[in-house]
């Protein structure tokens, strides 16, 4: 991507698996470990690759702690990327009620936020944070009908009459129609709408059935006890003021 002008980035995000949402699967064949979810081998940073190219780039996936922006400076970077820090705080567009029992079960020591390999329809590794009244409870998953009618994860294959667009989340039979594999259809969830239910957009259905929430956070939230030792709201900003001794570590001549 570097060396062809048209397609050289600005730079690149270099992220571990623990960062929330989608992460990429391990290289070489996947191995699943005693809880279901990918096990990745040690890789380097990258840091002096991408210093090599004369790009920037951001470190990514437990980066929120001032002492790991300081590191990443140190090794070249021009950044970090955050994101678990802001989606718990008060500006956050998650609902506030998930952001409590995310802030609470992880001060208990009772959350837990999974790298579900099957959950996305993308085939990428997810995370998901096990909450009541979520998907992430199977028969939350089971009781949701299969519908895909916002289709942004919709992949477009060649049919026999022409162009169609499936996705491995939408209703099995539908899926099976247009010639896709019913085994990948396992253990997927729709996250089109299950994430705008997780910041207050459940889209409604006939009955009375809402969409529920599909929750997703990093893995490190060892930020919490600085930010929210009591449980307590915390802001952007809290989070910005917190981070900044670190962005201001010195970086290698």
């Keep these: ?3 062809d002008g048209a397609t050289r980035p600005d730079g690149f995000v270099i992220e571990t698996s623990g960062a929330g949402g989608h992460s990429a699967p391990p290289r070489g064949p996947v191995r699943l470990d005693a809880g279901g979810e990918p096990v990745h081998g ?3 940073s990258g840091s002096r690759q991408n210093g090599a190219l004369g790009l920037p780039f ?3 996936g437990g ?4 002492e790991a922006v300081a590191a990443a400076r140190a090794a070249g970077a021009a950044g970090v990327q955050i994101g678990s820090a802001f989606a718990l705080c008060e500006e956050s567009g998650m609902a506030p009620h998930l952001r409590a029992q995310l802030r609470g079960r ?3 020591g009772t959350l837990t936020v999974r790298n579900d390999p099957d959950a996305s329809p993308t085939s990428f590794p997810f ?3 096990e909450l009541p009244g979520t998907v992430s409870e199977p028969e939350v998953a089971a009781a949701r009908r299969r519908v895909c009618d916002l289709g942004f994860l919709r992949t477009p294959v060649r049919g026999p009459r022409g162009l169609l667009h499936r996705c491995a989340a939408e209703a099995v039979r539908a899926y099976v129609r247009k010639g896709g594999d019913e085994a990948d259809t396992t253990g997927r969830q ?3 709408n299950g994430l705008p239910a997780t910041i207050g957009l459940a889209q409604r259905r006939p009955g009375g059935r809402v969409e529920p929430p599909l929750v997703t956070i990093g893995k490190d939230l060892s930020f919490l006890p600085a930010l929210s030792p009591d449980e307590a709201p915390f802001t952007a900003a809290d989070v910005v003021r917190w981070l900044a001794p ?3 570590a010195a970086r290698p001549a």
Excluded: D, E
């Design 58 to 60: 951001w470190l990514a």
């Design 106 to 108: 992880a001060r208990a």
């Design 190 to 192: 729709c996250l089109c």
């Design 42 to 44: 040690p890789r380097p």
């Design 246 to 248: 670190g962005a201001g």
């Design 1 to 3: 991507m570097a060396r």
């Design 127 to 129: 995370k998901v944070a």
């Design 63 to 66: 980066q929120g702690r001032p």
